[in-house]
């Protein structure tokens, strides 16, 4: 299988803001796992924690959106360096920032780590254009919640769901910020490009890394997005 991995930058660092070491180490073990057994990988690494302080401090100096975005994006590169570190010989030796470099990468047979690519689009635009790119079987977003649900997570009615349409997930994320640094699960490119392409994708509980030896072992966890008439068994 081939697959592309979206970890979300929140999963990298701790609550008091030091970068999880330990999550990053159980990531990188179970990727030399699956690898090993022949699964391919593309991983696209958020920019959390950090990206937000500098997206934050530099609007507050008057950065337009365009500068608050770039700095997001490179954060966003400076996390997949510490992944690319983590897997070392395994890992395509330079964080890539091109799709064309991706496609150069992935030929290698290496895992290719990504931050973001372009000012206006989250990394999980990045992630569903380079499943895209390469045909990938999957795309896997790694969050801090364990799938989508039908409303803010916080709120005490809110119900996970097990499966939703690509349609019904674009009106659930439609309240979402798209401002740098106010992405949340997915924003509008991602959403059009996992549309067009019926890229089959799960949204699932990233805070254990052996979720996503489950997922690609068959397991049913978090939430898969659906195209019409495509059913789940």
């Known amino acids: 299988m081939r697959a592309v991995l979206k970890l979300g930058g929140s999963l990298l660092y701790s609550d008091t803001g030091e970068v999880n070491l330990e999550r ?8 030399t796992d699956l690898i090993q057994t022949g699964h391919r990988f593309i991983v696209i690494v958020g920019g959390g ?16 959106e365009a500068q608050c975005d770039w700095l997001g994006i490179k954060t966003a590169r400076l996390n997949a360096e510490l992944f690319c570190a983590a897997l070392g010989d395994l890992a395509y030796p330079k964080v890539v920032d091109s799709l064309d470099e991706l496609e150069t990468g ?24 380079a499943a895209e ?7 896997l977003n790694a969050t801090n919640v364990d799938g989508v649900y ?6 005490p009615d809110a119900r996970r769901l097990d499966m939703v349409s690509i349609r019904e997930l674009e009106k659930i994320l439609s309240g979402g910020g798209t401002r740098a640094g106010e992405y949340r699960l997915f924003d509008p490119v991602a959403i059009r490009v996992v549309a067009r392409s019926r890229i089959r994708t799960v949204i699932f509980d990233g805070r254990d890394p052996q979720n996503l030896a489950r997922i690609i072992s068959g397991e049913r966890v978090g939430t898969i997005i659906v195209h019409e008439a495509e059913r789940v068994t």
């Not at 990053?24 to 990727?31: E, F, G, H, K, V």
């Not at 992935?106 to 254009?129: H, I």
């Not at 039908?150 to 709120?155: A, G, L, R, T």
């Open 24 to 31: 990053i180490r159980a990531y990188a073990d179970t990727l």
């Open 133 to 139: 790119l390469v045909g990938a079987d999957m795309l």
């Open 49 to 64: 924690r950090p990206a937000r302080a500098f997206v934050s401090a530099a609007r507050a100096l008057g950065a337009n």
């Open 150 to 155: 039908d409303k803010d997570p916080k709120s």
């Open 106 to 129: 992935f030929c290698t047979g290496r895992v290719v780590l990504m931050g973001g690519l372009t000012p206006g689009q989250s990394t999980n635009a990045v992630a569903a254009l």
